[in-house]
């Protein structure tokens, strides 16, 4: 990277001694403030360090009384290198604007061969499966005042490289695009140490859905990535703070058919595995299984009654709370391959009233009692049917090692969606030892539907039944 930039120095250095008419002393400082000014710039440029597109550009100058030690990228691709161009050149005239020397102060300045001020940029890039580049510039200025600042203006951009064109932003952000980053932003930084800890009081306000940091944003393999800026939420101490938000967790629920767009998922190589408990909410058990979830910062899955959301509403928004998926099990446990589409249809309906009363929505997704639920009954289900890969017993053994020995014997677990029931103390204590063994083991453990996005790159779709296949 170090010989990259110094021969590409060297380039610009060589063109601008051959295109500048100036005397030879005058060359000689200004070639001599630009190299200055890359030389300053080196610690500045070390920090971004993401270049999934392109080589990168280096330009610097040293124009009185402005300096310049600028990179970006070149992509190959004419219509974005071209927009970039001008991007570039849109925020030097912003910097030259903001310090040019007022009318007093100028013929003392221009005396002077130093500059009054020099701007860097430097620059990240990101790739998606689906050609999609997320450029962020990151900007900042040095005064001989002031010296550098700790101010860091990113700012970001979107292309499709397929066409060869730009996307702007608002057409990239889906529907409660910006109230759900909003949402999982708080929740995140209140809950997670170190932030929890540093967090600004104020917090809320300015992570307000419509705040502006919700509008800058890059997408990446693995989800949404955000940038807060350096005093902006945390002392600055902590500098520039990222985020990354799972696809799944920026929908509150599985968005209909013809409101979906296509966001960029792309298959994660990560390890992940899904715990999920049916059966529940019970006030002892399920709680006994939050409280492990909530101290390692994991997320679970769980298929609840309605008749007992109904009896514990707030185990339920205690699980929705930490972030977990809470999904249908049906209203009383009936067997669906019994039932009518009518007697479906109410249950269904009653079902997602309770959810309505005590989540404000619908169940994310749905587990028929029993697994059942045949291919002419599931067009009733207006939900992602989410069947499972690993089936723990743990209703049969009441045994907490028996439990652990099931999960365990199966080896690779990436992928997988294991069974368990939130209703025995038994399987409270072997999600006491799972959830930081399969840590430990490198997993993530996540949702189901987070599961089905991040692994199968695919949008949970109503009505299909995601079974033992699927799930490997
Ligand atoms: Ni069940």
Not at 118 to 125: F, S, V
Not at 144 to 160: K, L, N, R, V, Y
Not at 223 to 240: E, K, N
Not at 431 to 447: C, D, I, R, S, W
Request: proline share 6%.
């Amino acid at each position: 990277m170090k010989k990259k930039r110094t021969l590409a120095f060297l380039l610009i250095f060589t063109i601008l001694t051959s295109l500048c008419g100036c005397s030879a002393s005058a060359i000689t400082i200004r070639e001599k403030r630009a190299a200055e000014a890359v030389t300053r710039a080196e610690a500045f440029w070390e920090k971004q360090t993401v270049r999934q597109v392109g080589e990168p550009v280096v330009f610097s100058d040293y124009e009185k009384p402005f300096a310049y030690a600028l990179q970006y990228p070149k992509t190959g691709y004419p219509v974005t290198d071209a927009r970039i161009e001008s991007i570039v050149a849109e925020l030097r005239n912003a910097f030259e604007q903001e310090y040019l020397p007022d009318e007093n102060a100028k013929g003392e300045k221009q005396r002077s061969s130093q500059p009054i001020a020099t701007m860097y940029m430097d620059y990240e890039t990101y790739l998606t499966d689906e050609n999609h580049l997320s450029l962020l510039l990151f900007t900042t200025t040095e005064t001989a005042a002031e010296g550098m600042s700790p101010h860091t203006p990113i700012h970001a951009f979107h292309f499709d490289l397929t066409e060869d064109k730009e996307i702007p932003a608002a057409e990239l952000m889906w529907k409660d695009f910006t109230k759900n980053a909003s949402i999982y932003t708080q929740k995140y930084f209140t809950s997670t140490e170190p932030y929890n800890k540093r967090i600004f009081g104020d917090y809320a306000t300015r992570l307000a859905p419509d705040n502006g940091y919700f509008d800058r944003f890059v997408f990446t393999e693995e989800g949404v990535l955000f940038h807060f800026d350096r005093y902006s939420l945390f002392p600055g101490d902590m500098g520039t703070v990222t985020l990354t938000i799972p696809y799944a967790a920026m929908r509150t629920k599985t968005p209909a058919a013809d409101e979906r767009v296509d966001a960029p998922f792309s298959v994660t190589g990560k390890k992940m595995v899904a715990l999920t408990y049916d059966d529940g909410p019970n006030p002892v058990h399920t709680n006994a299984i939050l409280d492990v979830l909530e101290k390692h910062n994991a997320r679970a899955t769980f298929f609840d009654l309605g008749q007992l959301v109904e009896k514990y509403p707030d185990v339920t928004k205690r699980e929705a709370a930490l972030g977990c998926e809470v999904g249908s099990h049906s209203w009383d446990h009936a067997n669906f391959n019994k039932l009518t589409p009518e007697a479906i249809k109410a249950d269904v309906a009653r079902t997602d009233a309770v959810f309505q009363k005590v989540l404000g929505r619908s169940p994310s997704s749905f587990r028929p009692p029993y697994g059942n639920c045949d291919n002419s009954r599931k067009g009733y289900i207006p939900l992602p049917i989410y069947l499972w890969s690993v089936d723990t017993l743990d209703w049969k053994s009441r045994n907490a090692d028996a439990i652990i020995n099931e999960v365990k014997k199966i080896g690779d677990l990436d992928g997988k969606v294991i069974l368990l029931h939130g209703i025995y103390g038994s399987t409270a204590e072997a999600t006491a030892y799972l959830v930081p063994y399969l840590q430990e083991q490198g997993y993530e453990l996540v949702t189901v539907s987070e599961l089905v996005e991040a692994k199968h790159g695919e949008v949970p779709e109503n009505s299909k039944i995601y079974g033992y296949h699927y799930f490997q």
